[in-house]
């Protein structure tokens, strides 16, 4: 090999390794989950109703003896993330995707807010805070559905700082803000009202993470 020809290649080789020591970091992978297994994904906790894998999906259903709607979370802590995933009704009145914010990060107790699903709309609801009894939820947007009997609903929500947006399908698109959603959330919940829904890849990309800190016990006063 000429010794100009050898020269240039090296000179290549310490051009291109110089350009990937500079190059941004690529976008995190997702975490998706298909339900091809007959358990649910690592860290997929069960609150209440059923929430299991059957032929490739996730069957979801509330319970009438748990009085209760149906409620699952994915333990994923995070800031700011995109929520994609396939959704069906089956039966079911409603589904909830949303967050909880973790302990400590607001004076507020239940959940953050929510993306609400039914077959005929949509809408994003920040909650009410449960140690206040003059609050309520607040719908901050709402678009109109009109899903069919066996249709799947392609569904992606983006939480970045104060800001979410949401795309169901081509056509439905939702936008609210609020300082409080921000916050760093330990998981990300599920919720069905009603019959069946399914479920099919879910991916979760975390695009900030959140350090969750545990919650510090008060010690027992004396009295």
């Not at 609801?125 to 449960?130: A, E, I, P, S």
């Not at 919650?215 to 008060?218: D, I």
């Given at each position: 090999m000429p010794l100009a020809y050898r020269q240039v290649s090296s000179l290549l080789a310490v051009a291109l390794l110089a350009l990937a020591a500079v190059r941004p970091l690529s976008a995190a992978e997702p975490l998706i989950a298909k339900?091809?297994?007959a358990k649910r994904p690592e860290k997929w906790t069960v609150n209440f109703g059923h929430w299991e894998p059957k032929d490739g999906v996730?069957?979801?259903r509330q319970l009438d003896k748990d009085n209760h709607a149906a409620a699952s979370r994915w333990q994923i802590p995070l800031k700011d993330a995109v929520i994609k995933l396939r959704l069906k009704f089956d039966g079911a009145t409603g589904f909830h995707l949303g967050f909880d914010p973790a302990p400590g990060e607001i004076k507020k107790q239940g959940h953050l807010y929510s993306l609400v699903v039914t077959p005929t709309q949509a809408q994003l609801?920040?909650?009410?805070?449960?140690a206040d009894e003059a609050s309520k939820d607040q719908t901050l947007a709402t678009a109109s559905l009109n899903a069919k009997a066996g249709e799947w609903l392609d569904i992606e929500l983006r939480t970045e700082g104060e800001k979410v947006s949401v795309m169901i399908g081509k056509t439905a698109k939702l936008e609210a803000s609020d300082p409080s959603f921000s916050v760093a959330k330990p998981t990300v919940v599920f919720r069905v009202i009603g019959g069946d829904v399914q479920l099919d890849d879910v991916q979760v990309t975390v695009l900030k993470a959140a350090e969750i800190k545990p919650?510090?016990?008060?010690a027992a006063t004396k009295k």
């Open positions: 339900f091809d297994e996730l069957v979801c609801k920040k909650h009410k805070d449960k919650v510090e016990k008060k």
